[in-house]
């Protein structure tokens, strides 16, 4: 089973930007999907960004245009580059690398 581990949140002003890595215990180079979820308390893990085996990818719309999700499979390892974030953008960001165990999340804050 692969596990992951997230990386890169933090606290950031509105407008500004992170990068969140994630990286894998196996190659990603055959794994069927990436994708990153988000979280915040009291409510569902939501999917907030998708690559496929052929890096097509997906967003929500409400994060569209503003994050990218990228993967470098020399370093088995995927990052969410996040710009203009929002306040409702804050949440625990997760990665799963296909069908990966869950890590432990990275947190966002966005706040003055």
């Known amino acids: 089973q692969v596990h992951v581990a997230e990386s890169g949140g933090g606290l950031v002003q509105p407008g500004g930007s992170l990068r969140l890595s994630c990286i894998a215990s196996?190659?990603?180079?055959?794994?069927?999907?990436l994708a990153w979820y988000r979280q915040v308390p009291g409510n569902k893990r939501e999917m907030v960004a998708f690559m496929d085996l052929y890096s097509r990818t997906r967003y929500i719309d409400s994060v569209e245009g503003r994050f990218t999700i990228a993967r470098d499979n020399a370093k088995n390892t995927t990052y969410l580059q996040m710009d203009s974030l929002k306040p409702e953008d804050a949440a625990v960001y997760y990665c799963?690398?296909?069908?990966?165990?869950w890590g432990q999340g990275t947190q966002v804050i966005v706040s003055t």
């Open positions: 196996g190659s990603l180079a055959s794994v069927p999907f």
């Open positions: 799963k690398c296909g069908h990966s165990e």
